[in-house]
């Protein structure tokens, strides 16, 4: 199992059933009752719980303060000393020394990056697992009007339509970004995926850097409001906002206005077709094409 994990195999078979399972949604093979099948209008008007992410920010950055300026410095890095050595020579207890330099009131952050020194950090290898997604839809309409919308605007613009999917913030959910990379990449986009936990600067530098056209943030834990934005503002403080920014993920249906004000190009939630989304982005791609 550890060789399986090392080379990706869990992980990789994990993605292609997400993908196959999302063509079989899509192509109407599986059904769902209440997404593509028997959809109703009629809205249940939900209580939502809230959370302001700035002032959850704030408060945190304001904790983190005060706790660096009362407890003891030469404790702290004693016990981060400790770990870093045990770290490298393999002998101790590295939780035992956790909890020690925790008690000393050392951050999860500095514990985690005395261990980082020595370990270096995990970076997942990303793989998109393209034939998928298209194995299941090649017979569908809305795939094959998609893959036409995408080689007619390749003829035109002399490239394919290129998106960056993209995850930001603590927001781990990556099905649902590893899904549409795969889709839009049978429909013939060309895709770039962003690591995981990426702030909103990185996500614009590798915009720039891969001179995509759509960049599009799969939002799941709620950071939506703050985080897109702020990769429009970014994109325009870089004079490229031609670059257009899309999201998708669990985003209440009330806070679409809030995007689409703040210079969101689309907003696609639970339930999108994808080839469907695929072919409004076109559009609008295909928009600047015309005379
Ligand atoms: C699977 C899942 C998990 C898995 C994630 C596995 C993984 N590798 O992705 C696990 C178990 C790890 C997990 C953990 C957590 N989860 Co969770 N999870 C879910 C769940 C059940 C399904 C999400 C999913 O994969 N759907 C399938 C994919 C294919 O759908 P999708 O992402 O929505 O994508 C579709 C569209 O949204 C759109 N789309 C999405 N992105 C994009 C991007 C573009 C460019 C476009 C065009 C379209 C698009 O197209 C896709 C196809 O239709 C949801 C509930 C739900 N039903 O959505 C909760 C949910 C997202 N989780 C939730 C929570 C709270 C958590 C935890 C915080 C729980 C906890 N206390 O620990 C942790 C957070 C971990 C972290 N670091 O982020 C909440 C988030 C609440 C919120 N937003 O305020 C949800 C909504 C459940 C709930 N109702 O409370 N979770």
């Known amino acids: 199992m550890v060789k399986a994990i090392e080379l990706g195999l869990p992980k990789m078979q994990i993605e292609e059933a997400a993908t196959r399972k999302q063509a079989r949604?899509?192509?109407?093979?599986?059904v769902i009752v209440g997404v593509n099948a028997f959809r109703t209008d009629s809205r249940t008007d939900i209580?939502?719980?809230?959370?302001?992410?700035?002032?959850?920010?704030?408060?945190?950055?304001?904790r983190l303060k005060e706790i660096r300026d009362t407890r003891n410095e030469a404790d702290v890095s004693g016990a981060l000393d400790a770990i870093e050595r045990c770290a490298a020579g393999g002998e101790?207890?590295?939780?035992?020394?956790?909890?020690?330099?925790?008690?000393?009131?050392?951050?999860?952050?500095?514990?985690?990056?005395?261990?980082e020194t020595v370990y270096g950090r995990y970076r997942a290898t990303v793989?998109?697992?393209t034939t998928i997604y298209l194995s299941q839809m090649q017979e569908n309409s809305l795939f094959q009007e998609a893959q036409n919308l995408a080689?007619?605007?390749?003829?035109?613009?002399?490239?394919?339509?290129?998106?960056?999917?993209?995850?930001?913030?603590?927001?781990?959910?990556?099905r649902g970004a590893k899904v549409i990379a795969a889709a839009f990449a049978d429909i013939g986009f060309d895709v770039d995926i962003s690591p995981l936990f990426q702030t909103?600067?990185?996500?614009?530098?590798?915009?720039?850097d891969n001179d995509v056209h759509l960049v599009g943030i799969s939002s799941l834990a709620g950071g939506h409001k703050t985080l897109i934005p702020t990769i429009v503002e970014e994109l325009k403080a870089a004079n490229r906002d031609d670059i257009l920014v899309i999201a998708g993920g669990v985003i209440p249906e009330r806070d679409y206005d809030y995007l689409y004000?703040?210079?969101?190009?689309?907003?696609?939630?639970p339930g999108t077709v994808i080839a469907e989304a695929a072919i409004k982005l076109l559009g609008i791609l295909l928009e600047r094409h015309k005379p």
Do not use: C, M, Y
């Not at 949604?25 to 599986?30: A, L, R, V, Y």
């Not at 020394?97 to 952050?109: H, P, Y």
């Open 127 to 129: 793989k998109l697992n």
């Open 261 to 269: 004000e703040r210079g969101v190009a689309g907003v696609f939630g």
């Open 92 to 115: 101790g207890n590295l939780l035992e020394l956790s909890v020690d330099a925790a008690r000393k009131r050392a951050t999860l952050g500095e514990i985690s990056s005395a261990l």
């Open 151 to 174: 080689d007619t605007f390749a003829s035109l613009e002399g490239r394919r339509p290129r998106i960056l999917v993209a995850k930001v913030g603590q927001d781990g959910h990556d």
């Open 25 to 30: 949604i899509d192509s109407g093979k599986e």
């Open 47 to 62: 209580d939502l719980l809230e959370v302001d992410n700035t002032a959850v920010l704030q408060q945190q950055l304001a």
């Open 200 to 208: 909103p600067e990185e996500v614009v530098q590798q915009a720039l």
